[in-house]
Nanobody
Framework: QVRLVESGGGSVQAGGSLRLSCEVA????????MGWFRQAPGKEREGVAVIDAYSDTYADSVKGRFTISRDTANYRMFLQMVSLKPEDTAMYYC???????????????????WGKGALVTVSS
């Protein structure tokens, strides 16, 4: 059973930075599509960024502020977030699919595995 565990969430003021980490227990992720998704209270889940061995893709709302990366040797994925805004407040979820990313991966509908989430709160 694939297990994804997020860490690094917290509270920060607008303009601040946070780094989220996702650990994939015991699986080689080098060929996988992995991503970060978020859901704010009362809103639908949205894709933030996805990455595979070939490319990465970002939601327009985070381009230039968030950076997704992976450390495949240590089974980890990261999301570096800078210039945070109150509208970035949400539960952030790590997700993975055992195939490469597709054109629709940012929708999340092809993700097989999900973490339980890490809360990010940005105050104005």
């Amino acid at each position: 059973q694939v297990r994804l565990v997020e860490s690094g969430g917290g509270s920060v003021q607008a303009g601040g930075s946070l780094r989220l980490s996702c650990e994939v227990a015991g699986y080689q992720i080098s060929t996988w599509c992995m991503g970060w998704f978020r859901q704010a209270p009362g809103k639908e889940r949205e894709g933030v960024a996805v990455i595979d061995a070939y490319s990465d893709t970002y939601a327009d709302s985070v381009k230039g502020r968030f950076t997704i990366s992976r450390d495949t040797a240590n089974y980890r994925m990261f999301l570096q977030m800078v210039s945070l805004k109150p509208e970035d407040t949400a539960m952030y979820y790590c997700a993975a699919d055992s195939s490469r990313c597709r054109s629709y991966s940012l929708s999340g509908r092809d993700m097989e595995y999900w973490g339980k989430g890490a809360l990010v709160t940005v105050s104005s």
